[in-house]
């Protein structure tokens, strides 16, 4: 079974920190993605990663970076939280291949105070 | 902006036949995928493709630009959010544009 791990399930970090949000996948896919998810407004794509070291924006990128220096690993960086960051982030994993079936972790949940 | 559409809400009672509808403006999209999400829960795929078809209890419809996802015998525990997404390309990659989600509330 495909396995998609996150760092947190739960964080709560001030206004002006910077947070990091580790994303693991075990089944060596080549893509990787970070969503926030927020009520009425479902799932939307903030970054993407198709290889190591590249990144893609995705719908809303303001205010966010990402790193992918190894292949397992996909991170999502705060540079300075803000509240109307608060929300529930969900990382999710993929191959290349045509089905393009996306594999998503269980999601952390962020509060910004 | 490419967008894909889905009610908010559905409700049925427990044992029938519930149809959750999707619709997308996306040019280039060719794939449908659903997926389901309980709280707290990783959200996991249901069903896919370009075509019509069927994973134990669900069922996919498939237009052009349109899905369906079908619930045979709706039970309480089927209560979660469903997401309809589609495939696009977009240059070297490919990515899933997902829609806002349709909270199912199963009635005993």
């Known amino acids: 079974d495909v396995k998609v791990t996150q760092s947190s399930r739960y964080l709560v970090k001030r206004t002006g920190e910077k947070v990091f949000l580790e994303c693991v996948q075990d089944?060596?896919?080549?893509?990787m993605f970070w969503y926030r998810q927020d009520p009425g407004l479902g799932l939307r794509l903030i970054y993407f990663?198709?290889?190591?070291?590249?990144?893609e924006k995705g719908d809303i990128p303001e205010g966010y970076s990402v790193s992918r220096e190894k292949k397992e690993r996909f991170s999502l960086i705060l540079e300075s939280a803000s509240t109307n960051q608060t929300s529930m982030y969900l990382c999710?994993?993929?191959?290349?291949?045509?089905?393009?079936?996306?594999?998503f972790g269980p999601g952390t949940r962020l509060t910004v105070l | 902006k490419d967008q894909v559409f889905q009610p908010s809400t559905v409700a049925s009672s427990e044992g029938a036949v519930v149809e959750i509808f999707c619709n997308h403006s996306?040019?280039?999209?060719?794939?449908f995928f659903w997926y389901l999400h309980f709280p707290g829960c990783a959200p996991r795929l249901l069903v896919k493709?370009?075509?019509?078809?069927q994973q134990g209890r669900y069922n996919m419809t498939y237009e052009r630009f349109s899905s369906s996802l079908l619930i045979l015998q709706v039970r309480e525990a089927d209560a979660a959010v469903y997401y309809c997404?589609?495939?696009?390309?977009?240059?070297?990659?490919?990515?899933?544009?997902f829609g806002s989600g349709t909270q199912l509330t199963v009635l005993p």
């Open positions: 089944m060596d896919h080549e893509n």
């Open positions: 999710a994993s993929s191959t290349s291949s045509s089905t393009d079936t996306q594999y």
């Open positions: 997404a589609c495939l696009i390309s977009s240059g070297s990659a490919r990515q899933l544009t």
């Open positions: 990663s198709y290889d190591v070291k590249m990144k």
């Open positions: 996306v040019s280039n999209a060719y794939n």
């Open positions: 493709g370009s075509k019509p078809s």
